[in-house]
């Protein structure tokens, strides 16, 4: 609708431009504006509560059974594309694909390696912090789930989180964003373990608290000397820590996942979005006073321009 094709008077243009700064004002005013460094630390701690998954490309034969056991809890259909319509065949995690094996392979060296992708779950969660109307959660036992009805579709988390997990269904007429959310509504809720971890044949992904997984991990370091890439564990400390950690015979960039130093994305964010307020903070309250007078003294006009109908009988023109 053309609103320029609309004939008004002064009065109701000057209610359009007041109720049109309202909603923006309400509305541009995004969440990170509260945040700050300290409720981002650079370390975060993890709960006692909170739960992770533990990988260990050693043990993973590339069945897969974990993907379309996703697919059935989350009620997500599998993408036939590349095999025309036969099997479940994603290249990689998409609008209708949470979970996924690769396999990294150099064909020189014979050296391979499966790796299970979903959401890391991080600590403080870049896409959380980086969601300017709080659709995206760090619920209780650390899921990071995502709420339909505060995302505006920016697509801001696609780009914060560092692992690149947040997918956008470009072709749906309303469209979401597609992670993994520790199977949070459909079985964590009921004390069950995420759909992955429930069918792996081979325990290559087990579930349970994170402190207990970084414990089992450290033991299989220990108990086999070089097996293991660096003989650490990945997700213990990268961008703050995570809930999804790894163990791998390859270097961990090698299957896919990213090189990233101990401190918090969050943190990082809020250092910068806390200063950009910082010096925002004085234009904003401006505006918000300006905006406080404009409205009081329409209030007023509009009672003393019905005093003026009532004891003339003629409309009083703005």
Request: glycine share 8%.
């Amino acid at each position: 609708m053309n609103l320029m094709a609309i004939p008004m008077s002064r009065r109701q243009a000057f209610k359009v431009m007041i109720g049109f700064g309202g909603t923006v004002a309400s509305v541009v005013l995004p969440k990170p504006a509260l945040a700050s460094p300290e409720e981002h630390p650079a370390h975060p701690v993890a709960p006692p509560d909170a739960v992770a998954m533990l990988y260990d490309s050693t043990i993973c034969t590339g069945c897969k059974a974990c993907m379309p056991a996703c697919n059935e809890a989350n009620g997500l259909p599998t993408d036939t594309v590349l095999s025309g319509g036969i099997w479940d065949m994603p290249t990689g995690l998409n609008a209708k694909t949470k979970n996924i094996i690769e396999l990294y392979q150099d064909p020189q060296s014979n050296e391979f390696a499966f790796v299970k992708k979903q959401c890391m779950h991080c600590l403080d969660p870049a896409c959380v912090t980086g969601c300017p109307f709080g659709s995206l959660v760090k619920r209780d036992l650390g899921a990071v789930t995502w709420n339909s009805s505060l995302c505006i579709g920016c697509r801001y988390c696609e780009v914060a989180c560092p692992f690149e997990v947040p997918q956008f269904q470009w072709d749906s007429w309303n469209p979401k964003i597609v992670k993994c959310e520790f199977c949070y509504d459909q079985r964590l809720k009921e004390n069950l373990e995420p759909a992955c971890t429930a069918v792996c044949p081979t325990g290559a992904v087990i579930f349970g608290k994170r402190d207990a997984l970084l414990h089992q991990a450290k033991d299989r370091i220990a108990a086999a000397p070089g097996k293991y890439f660096e003989s650490r564990i990945y997700g213990e400390h990268e961008a703050g820590g995570t809930q999804v950690l790894y163990l791998s015979n390859v270097s961990f960039q090698k299957i896919g996942l990213p090189k990233l130093g101990p401190t918090s994305i969050g943190h990082y964010a809020t250092k910068v979005t806390s200063k950009i307020y910082k010096w925002l903070g004085g234009p904003i309250l401006m505006a918000g006073v300006l905006g406080f007078v404009i409205r009081r003294n329409w209030n007023r006009h509009e009672l003393e321009r019905l005093e003026h109908e009532k004891k003339t009988g003629y409309p009083d023109q703005l």
